[in-house]
């Protein structure tokens, strides 16, 4: 057999087997008119000549797609991976897709707009609290490419999220029933995530102390907490995230305050975190499924689908860190 290169291609597959080119690419095809005597012919001439199936590059020329889905997560890939909030709609996208020739791309929301222009995706999951959503979406927007939330405040442009400003009522009416008044807010940094729930929590409690943290970190919780115990004497700390929540607690540890005959703290998502043996009283989101549904409605979308505007249900959890309000000074 002739060859110009040592590249083997479906030309030779189809030559080694006895059958046209057309015959030879049906036979790595799904659901492709041919018999199975002759595609397991083909594929046992593929096989021995080493050749693993068409480039996908020439399928996507032909048919417009990449077959691959953005995942929009944090610029520091790092960071993204110790977040389980992250890593939870990571696992509900990868379900999704199982069953699908679809594969995955990190997308950070630090990618310039030129980049964004020409990145190879058939559609994007918004993974989380991106300060960037909004460029992103216009974004693709301009190439007609879906864009859907997942994690983030529901809207009505492309989201499986949770209402937070309901779901943070549903804290603060726990904690109004304990007898606090006097609370601290430990802020997410950005986003309509943090604009909903800092809404609702200082509906709940006018006057409340508010603390912003730079990121969803256990340090962050302890740094913002000591500063908002610095300042004054909460019976209560709204974290708004559990991440936070954790540091908040081992903040009140650290100067000698139980949690919660003297500090009630709450936290936002409803993960388990590695070496934190409390039960935390918390809103508990289906994370995973919100991955899972935001990539189904983006491989559906590529079909002509709508973008959905889906409210998921969460559950207040009551643990062990909050309990009636003390009479600290």
Same mark, same amino acid.
Request: contains cysteine.
């Given at each position: 057999?002739?060859?110009?290169?040592?590249?083997?291609?479906?030309?030779?597959?189809?030559?080694?087997?006895?059958?046209?080119?057309?015959?030879?690419?049906?036979?790595?095809g799904v659901d492709k008119p041919i018999s199975e005597a002759t595609r397991a012919r083909v594929l046992a001439a593929a096989a021995e000549l080493g050749y693993e199936g068409p480039d996908p590059r020439a399928r996507s020329?032909?048919?417009?797609?990449?077959?691959?889905?953005?995942?929009?997560?944090?610029?520091?890939?790092?960071?993204?991976?110790?977040?389980?909030?992250?890593?939870?709609?990571?696992?509900?996208?990868?379900?999704?897709?199982?069953?699908?020739?679809?594969?995955?791309?990190?997308v950070p929301d630090s990618v310039p707009e030129e980049r964004l222009r020409t990145l190879p995706?058939?559609?994007?999951?918004?993974?989380?609290?991106?300060?960037?959503?909004?460029?992103?979406?216009?974004?693709?927007?301009?190439?007609?490419?879906?864009?859907?939330?997942?994690?983030?405040?529901? $809207?009505?442009?492309g989201s499986v999220g949770v209402e937070n400003r309901a779901a943070t009522r549903l804290l603060t009416d726990h904690l109004q029933g304990l007898g606090h008044r006097t609370v601290g807010v430990i802020r997410l940094r950005h986003g309509d995530v943090e604009r909903a729930r800092t809404e609702a929590a200082l509906a709940a409690f006018?006057?409340?102390?508010?603390? =912003?943290?730079? $990121?969803?970190?256990?340090?962050?919780?302890?740094?913002?907490? $000591?500063?908002?115990?610095?300042?004054?004497?909460?019976?209560?700390?709204?974290?708004?995230?559990?991440?936070?929540?954790?540091?908040?607690?081992?903040?009140?540890?650290?100067?000698?305050?139980?949690?919660?005959?003297?500090?009630?703290? =709450?936290?936002?998502?409803?993960?388990?975190?590695?070496?934190?043996?409390? $039960?935390?009283?918390t809103i508990r989101q289906p994370i995973v499924e919100m991955g899972r549904l935001a990539a189904q409605a983006v491989l559906a979308a590529q079909d002509g689908a709508p973008l959905p505007t889906l409210a998921m249900p969460v559950d207040l959890v009551v643990g062990d860190t909050t309990g009636p309000a003390s009479q600290r000074a």
């Open positions: 057999m002739a060859r110009g290169s040592n590249r083997i291609t479906l030309v030779h597959v189809a030559e080694a087997a006895g059958v046209s080119l057309s015959t030879a690419s049906h036979a790595f020329l032909r048919s417009g797609r990449t077959d691959t889905i953005g995942v929009q997560v944090d610029d520091e890939a790092g960071r993204a991976f110790r977040d389980p909030v992250i890593i939870g709609i990571l696992d509900g996208v990868s379900a999704a897709l199982a069953a699908s020739p679809t594969s995955v791309l990190l995706v058939d559609g994007i999951v918004a993974a989380g609290c991106s300060p960037t959503l909004t460029q992103l979406r216009a974004a693709m927007a301009k190439r007609s490419i879906p864009v859907v939330t997942a994690g983030n405040q529901v $809207d009505d442009i006018p006057g409340a102390e508010v603390a =912003v943290s730079a $990121d969803s970190t256990i340090d962050e919780g302890f740094r913002a907490a $000591d500063a908002l115990l610095r300042r004054g004497a909460p019976t209560a700390i709204v974290a708004q995230s559990d991440l936070l929540a954790v540091g908040a607690v081992r903040a009140a540890e650290a100067r000698g305050l139980r949690v919660p005959e003297d500090l009630s703290i =709450v936290g936002f998502d409803g993960i388990r975190v590695d070496g934190f043996a409390r $039960d935390l009283t």
